[in-house]
C-alpha cells in the first residue's frame, strides 16, 4: 500500500484513548466517537471526525473503515483497502467478552498487523469469573478492612466494576479520586457502573468491609494512610508472574487483561489466515516462530513508546 509520503498529513487514526496509541496536537483525528471523547477528557483535544464502527471514508485512493478491537470503549482496528489490498491495524486487542466494549469483530485482510503484549504461551488468562470469586471471597475474609485493587485508570478500572456488578456485587465502590472522571464518561455512554463514592474525605468506617479502586502508582502511596487496613489486589494479566506481584507488594494477584493472551493471539490468526501477519508491541519473536512453524509469514515491528498496562 502506498501513500506519497510528500503529500502532507495532518491527520491522525487513532485505535483507541490509551497514551502509547493516542496524543494530543494532531490537526485533526478520525477515531470512534467515545474514544474522541476519552481523548477530550485526557489530553484536552477537541478536533476529531467521529467515525462509527463499520462505517468508511475515502481518503487519497484509500478506503479507510473502523471495527471493534474489544480492547477499551471506543477501541477500533482500522482497515486500509487499496487497489485489491486489505491492511487491518488492531492497535490493541482482545477476545474475552467485556460488559464495556464493543466485542472483537474478526476483518479478513492480507496483512494482520497485531500486537504481543502476552506473546508467550505462559500467558493464558483464567476466566474472569474466578478473579471476581477471587475478589469478593478477599473482601469477605477482611470483614474489618477493605480490598484496594490497583487497575488501570481506563478500561481496566470500568471493566473490574461492571464484572463485579455482574457477580452480584451491589454494594457502593470507592474510588480514587482519579478515577471519578473516567467512569462518569463511561456511564455517559451507558455503561452501567453502579454506585460509586470517591472515597477522599470519607471516614475509615465508612470503607470497612468495602472495595477501593485506585490507580496502581496509588497502591504504595499515602493516600492508602486513610482506607481501613487495606488487603492490596492488582487487576493486571502481569499478576500471572509471581515475581513481579511480590514486587509490586499485592497481596491478591487478580489475572485480569485488556489484551489478547497467548490463546486468543494464536486462535485469531488460525481464524483470519491472513497473507502476512506484522507482530508489534510485546513478545514478537515468540509469536513470529509460531507463526513460522504454522507456515505464515511474519515479521516484527519495533515500536517506541509502550505503556504498560500496570501504569495509571
Not at 478536533?47 to 473502523?66: C, L, N, W
Not at 502511596?221 to 514486587?247: C, E, N
Request: glycine share 10%; charged share 25%; net charge negative.
Amino acid at each position: 500500500m502506498w501513500i506519497d509520503p510528500s503529500i502532507p498529513v495532518a491527520r491522525a487514526l487513532v485505535t483507541h484513548g490509551h497514551a502509547d496509541h493516542a496524543r494530543g496536537g494532531h490537526g485533526s483525528v478520525w477515531a470512534t466517537p467515545e474514544t474522541l471523547a476519552i481523548m477530550a477528557l485526557r489530553y484536552g483535544t477537541d478536533m476529531g471526525t467521529p467515525v462509527a464502527y463499520g462505517d468508511g471514508m475515502d481518503e487519497r485512493g484509500v478506503r479507510i473503515s473502523f471495527h471493534p478491537a474489544g480492547h477499551v470503549l471506543g477501541s477500533a482496528q482500522i482497515l486500509l483497502e487499496h487497489a485489491g489490498e486489505r491492511v487491518v491495524v488492531t492497535g490493541d486487542y482482545k477476545r474475552r467478552a467485556d460488559p464495556t466494549c464493543a466485542p472483537f469483530e474478526p476483518v479478513p485482510c492480507d496483512i494482520f498487523i497485531t500486537e504481543a503484549t502476552f506473546g508467550l504461551p505462559v500467558f493464558t488468562h483464567p476466566p474472569i469469573e474466578e478473579e471476581m470469586a477471587k475478589l469478593l471471597d478477599g473482601r469477605g475474609a477482611n470483614p474489618d478492612g477493605c480490598v484496594l485493587v490497583g487497575a488501570y485508570a481506563l478500561g481496566k478500572a470500568q471493566r473490574v466494576i461492571a464484572e463485579l456488578r455482574r457477580a452480584g456485587y451491589d454494594e457502593p465502590i470507592f474510588l480514587h479520586g482519579a478515577m471519578q472522571r473516567m467512569c462518569e464518561l463511561y456511564a455517559g455512554h451507558g455503561i452501567d457502573l453502579g454506585e460509586l463514592i470517591v472515597a477522599t474525605g470519607l471516614p475509615k468506617a465508612a470503607m470497612r468491609g468495602g472495595i477501593v479502586v485506585a490507580p496502581p502508582s496509588a497502591l504504595n502511596d499515602r493516600w492508602t494512610r486513610r482506607l481501613p487496613d487495606p488487603v492490596t489486589a492488582m487487576a493486571s494479566g502481569w499478576m500471572r508472574v509471581r515475581q513481579r506481584a511480590r514486587q509490586k507488594n499485592v497481596e491478591l494477584p487478580l489475572v485480569i487483561s485488556d489484551h489478547a493472551d497467548w490463546t486468543e493471539l494464536t486462535s485469531t490468526l488460525s481464524e483470519l489466515r491472513p497473507t502476512e501477519t506484522w507482530i508489534t508491541h510485546g513478545r514478537t519473536d515468540a509469536l513470529q516462530r509460531w507463526c513460522e512453524l504454522h507456515q505464515m509469514k511474519a515479521r516484527a515491528l519495533d515500536l517506541v513508546g509502550r505503556e504498560d498496562e500496570d501504569e495509571g
